[in-house]
């Protein structure tokens, strides 16, 4: 079972993902954490990045003018997303092949051609998640307004919705229900 974890920056996709993990003993992964050991790391990936998206010749990938260039021109993320999606699709893949319970911590995952078995979308107030983003990344309002802007574009249906304004008690208490009826619908 694939189950993709959804939502905007600082809507609680990692903290989903980890109570998921301990108390329903799934594979928990980070798309966000892989993304950048593949950018510290691959070879070919640092090479296309800086030269397709950054137009630099460094060995190494500057994540700071990377993150101001991908949230600063759509084409640019088009392209970087082009670089390191099949990355993350076939490593996704290899980890199904290996777990039976996967979850995705990965905000765009409606881009990835995954075969998803459920989605769960994490849906909390603006005001919320910018003081939220803001107490964790230390970013400007203006900087999570831009990353919103564009993840907002590619918030698609999911089949469950769990509202996270309140405390990490109440957001368990909500995905508990969830997976009681995803393991309701799997034992049809």
């Known amino acids: 079972m694939l189950i993709a974890i959804k939502?905007?920056?600082?809507?609680?996709?990692?903290?989903t993902s980890n109570y998921l993990h301990e108390k329903?003993?799934?594979?928990?992964?980070n798309c966000d954490e892989r993304v950048k050991k593949i950018y510290a790391s691959h070879?070919?990936?640092?090479?296309?990045?800086?030269?397709e998206v950054l137009g630099t010749d460094l060995n190494y990938?500057?994540?700071d003018q990377l993150r101001i260039v991908a949230f600063g021109d759509e084409s640019k993320l088009a392209q970087l997303e082009k670089i390191i999606y099949p990355y993350l699709e076939a490593e996704i893949d290899t980890v199904s092949e290996e777990y039976d319970f996967v979850l995705l911590d990965c905000q765009q995952i409606?881009?990835?051609e995954l075969d998803i078995t459920y989605n769960i979308c994490?849906?909390?107030?603006?005001?919320?998640l910018v003081k939220?983003?803001?107490?964790?990344?230390?970013?400007s309002e203006q900087?999570?307004?831009d990353i919103l802007d564009i993840q907002k574009q590619y918030q698609i249906k999911s089949d469950f919705t769990v509202t996270n304004n309140g405390s990490v008690e109440q957001l368990h208490q909500e995905l508990d229900k969830v997976m009681e009826e995803i393991n309701e619908k799997a034992s049809r």
């Open 24 to 29: 329903y003993n799934a594979y928990h992964y």
């Open 110 to 112: 409606d881009k990835l």
């Open 132 to 139: 939220r983003v803001q107490e964790r990344d230390n970013r």
């Open 7 to 15: 939502g905007l920056i600082g809507s609680g996709k990692t903290t």
């Open 122 to 128: 994490l849906k909390l107030d603006e005001d919320i």
């Open 43 to 51: 070879k070919e990936v640092i090479k296309r990045v800086n030269n």
């Open 143 to 145: 900087q999570i307004q």
């Open 61 to 63: 990938i500057d994540m």
